[in-house]
């Protein structure tokens, strides 16, 4: 076991004792992200000359994909090239969903954030730092009227390299502006990280920056230093405005992968070439993980028509790993290079492999296209779902309470069995909220939750219900148990394990004549159904409905109510069709009923 494991092992406190696995293969926690990247004419999202009303879906239905390929994190591009993908008081909009600077009547960071957050998978907004244009950009925003692309709004900070604009990094100007843009991000939407890209300068740096190093050297003899300097600065600087906003955003960012120069092959070197000091930023404190593009293949064999050695995953993973000061490194892989003629597709599992061994916590793969043209090799290692690495080096981590009450209704509904978990929620901390809760199952046995195998599903905060299908009865009983998640991944106890087996004993236990809830009517309906329930004696009620994946979604009665019969009117023509279940609540008792609404 790595001395980073050993840490993070010591540093979770958990309510159930969390072994460490015995082979590094799909762990419990290991963060699977994708690089999300909006593109015009390629087959991306949007698909260029798109209906803005089909947009939204499109997007949606690009996260369900990566989720059933196993991903748990969906690195969102919401801002690219000095434009927003969401309605900004201080960039314009992009030009991907309808043009430049044209509002395309939807918010697409708000759909992916509802999106992801529903299947519970984390999103990470992707900030390109001080690149703020390509020769496509600044062409679409030339054709707008009044732009307010930083190009016209400030020129004087934005410098020529080739066809691409920079921002300079040595204006604290420019850096404060940059800032405010991703408060602006941070502050409006529910992100649960930033992740930076190109937080860096371009190859040898910018024209001028010798007349500006002699003009304010601030005390370095080395331009190359100064440099550097002026790129950690934007990072010492943006890290605690974020946290002094959300003390559970994750900050980070996705670095060159070939640090210094070793002398073993021919690259592009984040320390000496771009003047990255990514390293340390973490040794610093002012960054939660990295996660390098190591954009290569195992072994240094030439890729494509190359003659020089190509740089090896395999070394650089290890390297980086080796320099984490006890932080999450997630493992830049490059899906995008095999469709090129790069390297083997075959080599994408044992990057992964790869990646494992090392210690590293995860992988980020670029980019979602890729992944799904590769889904079958790259699902291969994600057999069952896994938890975003957890962040315990942070201060303002805390386990949320754990999840109380969880009982289970196992029932008949037409030609199939529904197991319903039901539970009460927990409590997470000011400094780290409730992020989620993880169900764990296992046939026969009651599961444990520090198994990667027994991991079912994760849900969002908002469920307190979960369900499963199941064809018909189960030969064996299935044993469930929940655990709460916080926004920094810390977990919560362990219920005590519920099953399909002692469904109708822990029915009978709690369904004293004190409570009845009847089937609901009509069933199935298309716009409004009568929900009744009688009482024997005054109770604190709650009637709530949920869909499938456990969202509440209407609240029919909360509060004291007298003894008697009561009905409460279920308004379905805000719903979708679907199965969804009427939960309903007391101190000693639960009831479920069904409703299928039909459109």
């Given amino acids: ?60 239905q690009r996260i369900r994909d990566a989720h059933q390929v196993g991903i748990n994190t969906f690195i969102f591009q919401a801002v690219a090239r000095g434009d927003a993908l969401y309605p900004s008081q201080r960039l314009p909009w992009s030009e991907k969903p309808l043009g430049a600077g044209q509002d395309p009547g939807y918010d697409p960071l708000a759909v992916a954030l509802e999106e992801a957050h529903r299947l519970g998978m984390e999103v990470h907004a992707w900030i390109n730092v001080f690149r703020v244009s390509d020769a496509s950009t600044l062409a679409a925003f030339e054709m707008v009227e009044d732009p307010a692309h930083v190009a016209y709004a400030h020129p004087g900070w934005v410098i020529a390299e080739g066809s691409n604009l920079w921002i300079d990094p040595s204006s604290p100007d420019a850096r404060a502006w940059l800032i405010g843009n991703v408060l602006e991000v941070v502050e409006n939407y529910d992100v649960d990280a930033v992740h930076f890209d190109f937080i860096r300068y371009p190859q040898g740096g910018l024209d001028g920056d010798g007349t500006r190093f002699q003009f304010d050297s601030r005390g370095f003899a080395n331009i190359d230093d100064w440099r550097r300097d002026n790129v950690t600065q934007f990072v010492r600087e943006v890290y605690p405005a974020i946290l002094a906003v959300k003390p559970w955003v994750k900050v ?93 597709a075959g080599d994408l599992p044992l990057q992964i492999d790869a990646a494992r061994d090392a210690g590293a916590e995860g992988q980020v793969i670029f980019r979602y296209d890729h992944l799904m043209e590769h889904a079958a090799l790259i699902g291969s ?55 989620g809760y993880a169900v764990f199952r ?78 609901v009517y009509p069933n199935p309906t298309r716009d409004e159904a009568v929900v009744t329930f009688e009482m024997d004696r005054g109770a604190d009620v709650s009637l709530v409905v949920y869909d499938v994946l456990g969202r509440a979604v209407a609240t029919l009665a909360q509060g004291r109510h007298a003894p008697g019969i009561h009905r409460v009117r279920l308004d379905g023509t805000t719903l979708s069709s679907g199965i969804y279940l009427c939960v309903l609540r007391t101190e000693a008792a639960q009831r479920v009923q069904q409703i299928l609404i039909v459109r």
Wanted: hydrophobic share 45%; no cysteine.
């Fill in 252 to 344: 980070g960012s996705a670095p060159i992968g070939n640090y210094e120069n070793n002398g073993m092959w021919p690259a592009l070197w984040a320390f000496s070439d771009v003047f990255q000091e990514s390293r340390r930023w973490l040794q610093d404190g002012v960054h939660d993980y990295l996660a390098p593009q190591i954009y290569f293949s195992i072994g240094t064999a030439p890729e494509g028509s190359n003659t020089f050695p190509s740089p090896d995953f395999d070394w650089l993973i290890q390297d980086w790993e080796a320099a984490s000061n006890l932080r999450p490194i997630f493992a830049g892989m490059a899906a995008y290079k095999p469709s090129e003629g790069r390297f083997p």
């Fill in 1 to 60: 076991m790595t001395m980073k494991r050993l840490f993070l092992l010591i540093a979770f406190v958990f309510g159930f004792l969390l072994l460490a696995p015995a082979q590094a293969q799909a762990p419990l926690f290991e963060t699977r992200a994708v690089w999300f990247a909006t593109v015009l004419r390629d087959g991306g999202w949007p698909a260029f000359g798109s209906d803005p009303a089909s947009q939204p879906e499109a997007l949606r």
């Fill in 442 to 519: 296992r046939e026969g046995a009651p599961p444990d939750p520090a198994q990667a195998e027994d991991l079912f599903a994760v849900v969002d905060q908002s469920a307190t219900v979960f369900i499963e299908e199941f064809a018909s009865a189960p030969d064996a009983p299935v044993y469930y148990r929940v655990i709460a998640l916080s926004k920094l991944g810390l977990p919560s106890g362990a219920t005590e394990a519920v099953s399909t087996g002692m469904a109708t004993a822990v029915a009978s236990e709690v369904s004293l004549p004190s409570l009845r809830l009847d089937p």
């Fill in 381 to 435: 290692r994600y057999p069952h779902p896994s938890l975003p690495a957890a962040m315990p080096h942070r201060f303002e981590a805390a386990a949320p309470s754990t999840p109380g009450n969880l009982a289970l209704d196992f029932s008949e509904s037409g030609a199939v069995f529904l197991a319903t978990l039901m539970w009460t929620p927990s409590t997470g901390a000011t400094s780290d909220p409730l992020r």
